[in-house]
């Protein structure tokens, strides 16, 4: 039993949503009991205490759509063969020149660096969407193991693609399963596994038709890029004579644990067909932004019952970088200031909840009793009222990732007053920069 307390509290639990001087115990990997500190201290009297000394407690965020691999990224320079880049050449130029080149280190060492960056913004939980063609078997175990030295909750997948030929799909397929498998044996389920595919324009009907029989029986979903450019919609419409989703549908791709990524290109139709799968959806808005693919529906797909969660594509790990950028996007593209605040706020701290309660059997992303205990304390000196009335404000327009001073996963502190506890940064990502220039030569 251990307390963190002394703090305001925002519990993102509608029954006692804010507690001005509040306090959690956690017993184990969850939430035992929260209220008032003096109220809690007495009752557990001999249960270590951490002081967070008025910072504010709250859930730890949660990034429904990143990429690991893509660490190696910052500050590479790949030269282009034309001044103006299309997403498609984008992909062809950038990406997936990098995913071609990675090897086990590499894959390892990026997940280090993309892990220790979460814990320092406050994610404790990443959906992750991996690609290493040239480093498949084993890929998954790699970052898990950079994930399990950290002490970080996720869920990975490999992403399959027809892209670098059959041989390659199907050693992505085994891949899948093969984590898919190990991951539902692990001791303390903090790791999950799903069935990565890469997008429906690098997809051929035979591979689709593979992944989806070696999925039989297994309690996991696919995670698929959907819609993002108009090079997917336009592949699709040309060789299928269908939409994205509504291919991907007909495949039978769809369902209440797949995650649908991007979806800027979705209609109206499309959208209806992801209710009526039931099918999970993820905003990454800065980086459609970035790649110039347009703003996805998000504010439609909200409004029409879709439980759409929100990412970062790995343009950053900053979780309140994203929800910032979530309610600014929605303004913008519809010239209206008074959208888009409600929308993203639902997006982070709620529906991403609600995603990984598709995974976890025990609530994640928020404080209650029963809840796993993934708590973060930030360094936040209001100078307007922070109440239940606000406190969506305060996060909004207050906050970001640098307020993050300590972390917990699963009841055991990650991060302490900014100082990793269970490794050595500095050794790990010294060792990262020298794996990083080696790869730059590679790439």
Request: hydrophobic residues 40%; proline residues 3%.
């Amino acid at each position: 039993m251990q307390l963190i307390g002394s703090g305001r509290v925002i519990t993102l639990n509608d029954d006692s949503p804010f507690i001005e001087d509040g306090c959690v115990a956690v017993d184990g990997d969850e939430i035992v009991d929260f209220g008032g500190t003096s109220s809690i201290k007495a009752k557990y009297p001999h249960a270590p205490f951490r002081d967070v000394e008025g910072r504010i407690i709250m859930p730890g965020f949660i990034n429904a759509h990143t990429h690991i691999y893509s660490s190696f990224a910052r500050g590479l320079s790949l030269p282009q063969d034309k001044p103006n880049l299309t997403f498609g050449d984008i992909l062809k130029n950038m990406w997936w020149r990098i995913d071609k080149a990675l090897n086990e280190k590499d894959n390892l060492y990026s997940a280090y660096s993309t892990g220790l960056e979460s814990v320092r913004c406050g994610v404790t939980t990443l959906f992750d969407h991996h690609a290493s063609q040239r480093h498949i078997s084993g890929s998954l175990s790699a970052i898990e193991r950079a994930l399990d030295d950290i002490g970080l909750r996720g869920c990975l997948c490999y992403e399959v693609s027809d892209r670098d030929g059959m041989e390659a799909a199907r050693e992505g397929i085994e891949e899948n399963v093969s984590f898919i498998d190990h991951a539902a044996k692990s001791a303390d389920g903090r790791i999950k596994g799903m069935f990565g595919l890469h997008a429906s324009f690098t997809l051929s009907e035979r591979t689709l038709e593979k992944c989806v029989a070696a999925m039989g029986g297994k309690n996991a979903g696919f995670h698929i890029h959907c819609a993002e450019g108009e090079e997917d919609l336009n592949d699709s419409l040309a060789r299928y004579g269908k939409r994205v989703l509504e291919r991907l549908n007909d495949a039978r791709i769809l369902g209440e644990k797949t995650l649908a990524i991007h979806n800027v290109h979705a209609n109206s139709t499309e959208v209806d067909i992801l209710k009526s799968t039931r099918t999970m959806a993820v905003h990454n808005p800065e980086s459609n932004m970035s790649n110039a693919v347009g703003c996805a529906p998000a504010l439609y797909m909200i409004e029409n019952g879709i439980l759409l969660g929100l990412g970062t594509d790995a343009y950053t790990q900053d979780m309140l970088e994203s929800l910032k950028a979530a309610n600014l996007i929605h303004k913008h593209e519809n010239r209206n200031p008074s959208i888009g605040f409600m929308e993203s706020i639902q997006m982070l701290l709620k529906n991403n909840a609600l995603i990984c309660s598709r995974f976890w059997s025990k609530p994640v992303g928020i404080i209650k009793k029963g809840a796993l205990a993934d708590l973060i304390a930030l360094e936040y000196t209001p100078h307007t009222p922070l109440n239940a009335d606000t406190m969506y404000g305060h996060i909004l327009f207050g906050l970001s990732g640098r307020c993050v001073d300590d972390v917990m996963i699963n009841g055991k502190y990650i991060m302490k007053s900014r100082v990793m506890e269970c490794i050595d940064e500095d050794a790990v990502l010294a060792k990262a920069r020298e794996q990083s220039a080696d790869f730059w030569h590679r790439v």
